[in-house]
């Protein structure tokens, strides 16, 4: 049919294009179905909503189409049924726990990009990964073609210097404070993030608290060029694009598929034009993987993936059995981070990680002798030159050099948990401290998440204070609240652990 385009004020994430029930009727068209809008040489696609928000003869986008194309109001264009794309039998062969074809993985990220999958079928790509998983020769292809199906930064300078956590641990606040202490020492770091996949916080959550993380291609260019690095979302690139669109199903999903998880860091790696790449796999209970061996496994994956990219890669098996620091979410983790780069302290496990994984880069960098990296980024950051070249990345993307960590805002509504009991705490479960801190609002609502006032092996008396949820309005702090009470986050033993009577 053809129809006048109309612009709607509406953005629904969903490349949604509206047609009135008259014209839907016509047309033998039904909510959800994929339609292509056709303009001039371009296609559009994008999923039903019949409505009278139009008029018969019109056909409304939402503006999340306009930002993927231009369309102009009153503009006459062209609106078909799409049919069902040729990918959508490629991810029915994944389900199956067949092995995809390079064409294959190419045209289900081609049709991820052009709109042409759906939420649900994205979805179901996702599970199928999840359950099947990939070999190497498929991972290399995803990434390549996730990489190739976006632009491609190109910095001018030698080396460039990469880390990227495969997360999973709250609180991991931890590459906030490793890239500029890298590039205080002189390297070129240009840090893209993603946000929150099954966290409470991504770093790009994080930073966002402080500073822009959204900027084009060009301006990551300036940004970097200006002083050495920058700490951005990859999303907001057009960076590999399907990346995003495929985060977006795994966090609602809550997972992070191993084959998806290395083709989403390494496109984005070198799509970066990164030489050298550090990766952090945080190891324990409760996180992504949880023994040495799976982490050697996977280790052994980047540094192979890395290899067919020509990329040099090194891993970082990290502690993940408990949370990083003290504070999970996104305005409390940015205050931990500024205040530890600010004053070159902080707690134990932030600073022994960060001053860890620098010294690694500084070392694979050539600016430290072997076995001297961590020690001089220790120094880097005790001097304040860190703090010094993270005021210049604030300003540099638009944030405040002069912030203070106590002046950003945190969620106002609290509650403390204290010690039901005296002893030890014996364990502090990650997923239950993220679902809590998730249950608060967090990523989304900046202020919500939590303080942690103790560790795993501290002492504690009966009554002493535990954690404190923070959240934005009381709804989601009593939903936090009801969520702690099932999970005991925090277990306390004291001495006798058991107590059994006549068996
Ligand atoms: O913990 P979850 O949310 O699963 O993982 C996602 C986080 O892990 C990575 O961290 P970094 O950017 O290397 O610091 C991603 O970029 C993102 O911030
Ligand atoms: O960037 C990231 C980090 C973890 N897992 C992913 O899939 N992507």
């Not at 103790?454 to 923070?470: A, N, Q, Y």
Request: hydrophobic share 40%; aromatic share 4%.
């Amino acid at each position: 049919m053809r129809a006048t385009v109309k612009i709607l004020d509406a953005y629904t994430d969903r490349y949604s294009i509206f047609i009135n029930p008259e014209d839907a009727k016509a047309a033998k068209l039904h909510p959800d179905d994929l339609v292509k809008i056709e303009s001039g040489k371009r296609s559009i696609y994008g999923s039903l909503v019949i409505s009278s928000f139009v008029q018969p003869g019109e056909v409304g986008v939402s503006k999340d189409v306009l930002q993927l194309y231009h369309l102009s109001e009153g503009e006459v264009v062209e609106v078909v049924p799409a049919g069902t794309p040729e990918s959508v039998r490629y991810i029915k062969k994944k389900m199956h726990g067949e092995k995809l074809r390079k064409v294959e993985i190419e045209a289900i990220v081609r049709d991820i990009v052009d709109r042409k999958l759906r939420d649900i079928e994205i979805s179901s790509f996702v599970t199928a990964l999840e359950i099947n998983g990939l070999d190497m020769d498929e991972i290399a292809a995803l990434t390549i073609a996730m990489a190739e199906t976006g632009d491609m930064l190109d910095i001018d300078r030698k080396p460039i210097m990469d880390v990227h956590s495969i997360g999973g641990v709250p609180g991991n606040k931890t590459n906030i404070l490793v890239v500029p202490i890298v590039a205080a020492a002189g390297l070129t770091i240009p840090k893209t993030s993603s946000r929150a996949i099954t966290s409470a916080a991504g770093t790009a959550d994080v930073v966002e608290v402080f500073a822009n993380v959204t900027f084009s291609l060009d301006e990551i260019k300036r940004i970097v060029e200006k002083v050495g690095a920058c700490l951005v979302w990859g999303g907001a690139l057009n960076l590999a694009p399907a990346d995003d669109i495929t985060i977006k199903a795994e966090r609602a999903l809550s997972i992070d598929p191993t084959g998806l998880m290395l083709a989403s860091i390494m496109s984005k790696k070198y799509a970066m034009g990164s030489q050298y790449v550090l990766i952090d796999i945080p190891t324990g209970k409760g996180v992504k993987v949880e023994t040495i061996d799976q982490a050697r496994a996977l280790a052994r994956d980047f540094i192979e993936l890395g290899k067919r990219l020509g990329q040099y890669v090194e891993v970082a098996i990290t502690y993940g059995g408990q949370p990083i620091g003290h504070t999970v979410g996104p305005a409390l983790e940015a205050r931990e981070a500024l205040s530890a780069l600010m004053t070159g302290k902080g707690p134990g496990s932030l600073i022994e990680k960060a001053t860890g994984l620098a010294g690694i880069l500084l070392e694979m960098g050539g600016v430290a002798p072997p076995g001297a990296g961590k020690r001089m980024a220790k120094e880097i950051l005790e001097s304040g030159k860190a703090w010094e070249k993270m005021k210049e990345i604030i300003e540099a993307q638009g944030g405040d050099p002069n912030i203070k960590p106590e002046d950003i805002p945190v969620g106002d509504k609290t509650y403390t948990f204290v010690a039901p009991t005296s002893g030890y705490v014996t364990a502090i479960h990650n997923r239950a401290i993220t679902g809590i801190a998730r249950a608060a609002g967090a990523p989304e609502d900046k202020g919500a998440g939590i303080e942690l006032y103790v560790k795993v092996g501290e002492k504690v008396k009966e009554g002493d204070p535990l954690f404190t949820i923070h959240a934005e309005n009381e709804a989601r702090l009593e939903q936090a609240i009801v969520y702690a009470r099932r999970t005991e986050p925090i277990r306390i033993e004291g001495m006798v652990l058991q107590r059994i009577g006549n068996i």
